[in-house]
């Protein structure tokens, strides 16, 4: 099966620079960019040296707070993890909140989430959260502002109080403190050149990984996730407790206009579109499915869709997409406008590992709120 592929006009310098970024080595277009880089890591390392020595302030939560993150720029599925972590918890009977930056909306921040929200004015992907959590969402560039909110919005009634805080993306953002690291690596890419950019994708170096509590890699198996440990230059018993396998998991097509479960659409001659940080995957993922698929279109990512961008589609035509894209083309959308649910897969090992460190977090009593905004360097890697 073939598909033409075809890159919008604004990505097709970004998509040209990401296909450099995740050569093995510096390529070298990239050379020029080196000394920006070296510049990039300086200023990277002063930032986090603030927080170290006190200089900045660290936000400690009155509640647990879980951040899911990368070392690199783009797309690794962080935003699955978080609802799969999320699905998890309430398993287990916590009431979980998403807090989130709330990238490509304009505010004002900070603010809480509905599942009516604009993607322009809070970012796509807080409202895809929120649609598929149920939990509450709140956003700010400031991560701890939207925690703050969010912990104000729930008081009250014990069944409303949020008792543990996911934040989607947030590695790097050290203003707020943090009780368990997550971070999640592309299984296909991984770390690109390691180089740290402009010239490479790493906004951390993969020795940061080491302090993390548990590196996720997506679509890595169960029995060979170790490898990647070697990969990502993890020592031996690192390996072994830190990496974790996670499967996206097909969950059924579904039509934009009314999120109605429909059948593969096999048979039809589709077009794909994707503005995700790695819109091969997707692309991918359709193929594997035995559909038609007679074009594909690459937007940049968070791009927000207009209905002009399909103009020359006939309207007999499906468009497939991600869940993620969905959420801004659904203004607009036609009858036969499809979007692939996805469901995160973890190892059994590890739910019970992080269940059982969140109920150890959540057992002692915690101090009271005027505390929490005393300096502090425990937001810094561990």
Known sequence: MSAKFQHNEPSKSAQRLVRYWYQRRLA?????????????????????????????????????????GNVTVGGTGKTPTVLGLVRLLQ????????????????????????????????????????????????????RADAVRLLLAEKQGLAENQIDIVIADDGLQHYALGRDIEIAVVDGERGLGNGWRLPAGPLRESARRLRKVDWVIVNGAAFTTVGQYGERLKLKPQQRSEKMIAMQLEPAGWHRVTDHKEIDTPTG???????????????????????????????????????????????????????????????????????????????????????????????????????????????????
């Open 91 to 142: 398993q287990a009977g916590y009431r979980p909140g998403i807090v989130s930056r709330g990238y490509g909306g304009s505010g004002p921040f900070p603010m809480l989430v509905a599942t009516d929200s604009k993607p322009e004015i809070c970012g796509d992907e807080p409202v895809m959260l929120a649609k598929l959590s149920g939990v509450p969402v709140a956003v700010a560039p400031k």
């Open 268 to 382: 039809e001659n589709a077009l794909a579109i994707a503005g995700i940080g790695n819109p091969e995957r997707f692309f991918k993922v359709v193929m594997e499915q035995a559909i038609d698929l007679q074009e594909t279109r690459v937007f940049p990512d968070h791009y927000q869709y207009v209905a002009n961008d399909f103009y020359n589609v006939s309207n007999s035509t499906p468009i497939l997409m991600t869940e993620k894209d969905a959420v801004k083309c659904a203004a607009f959308a036609r009858p036969h406008w499809y979007y692939l649910k996805v469901v995160a897969r973890f190892s059994n090992h590890f739910e019970a590992q992080f269940l059982a460190r969140v109920a150890q977090l959540a057992a002692p009593t915690i101090a009271t709120a005027n505390s929490h905004e005393q300096p502090s360097s425990e937001g810094v890697a561990k």
């Open 28 to 68: 070298a277009p990239l050379w020029l960019l080196a000394p920006f880089s070296a510049l990039f890591t300086m200023l990277a390392a002063l930032r986090r040296g603030l927080f170290f020595i006190r200089l900045r302030r660290t936000y400690r939560a009155p509640v647990p707070v879980v951040v899911v």
